[in-house]
């Protein structure tokens, strides 16, 4: 994952698209290196946590936020895509309210990539078993998320602008 997320990084700073990560060690740290090696701008949005290391080396535009909304505010407006590699708490956090403000029409249409199936096809399982078929969420809501193990793919589905959602019912 450290690979791709590298060469994710690089590819898309070389379409010329800045990198944004939340600026930590591992997979952040690889998209930043792989943007920050190819010349583009690798943005770092940091959180001060008492447990938190600082910026990775590789950040050539960094901020540091106290509060996580308004991390996530910074995240959201200023992106005009998601790749979403593996992680936690804070991943599954900024994915779902990525999902959240697209699917409300809060925020502008974006591409929301997941990278890894191995990784995303057990939550999606659960999403379309369980949570769809309960009412949640419809069949839109699920084709925001796109799957995949490619590198190019995800490239591509960054550059592909999205179409708008289509008009919800009100009923």
Known sequence: MYEAAETIGRRLAEEG???MTGGGPGIMEAA???AAKAGGTSVGLGIELPFEQSLN????LGINFRYFFARKT????YSQGFVVMPGGF???DELFEAVTLSQTRKVTQFPIVLFGSEYWTPMLTWLKDTV???GYISDDDLDMLHVTD??????QAMLTPVPPLPPRDPN
């Open 17 to 19: 698209i800045v990198v």
């Open 32 to 34: 930043n290196r792989g």
């Open 57 to 60: 080396k590789y950040v050539t």
């Open 74 to 77: 910074m995240f959201l407006k």
């Open 90 to 92: 804070g991943t599954f």
């Open 132 to 134: 769809l078929p309960g």
């Open 150 to 155: 490619s590198v190019e793919e995800t490239i």
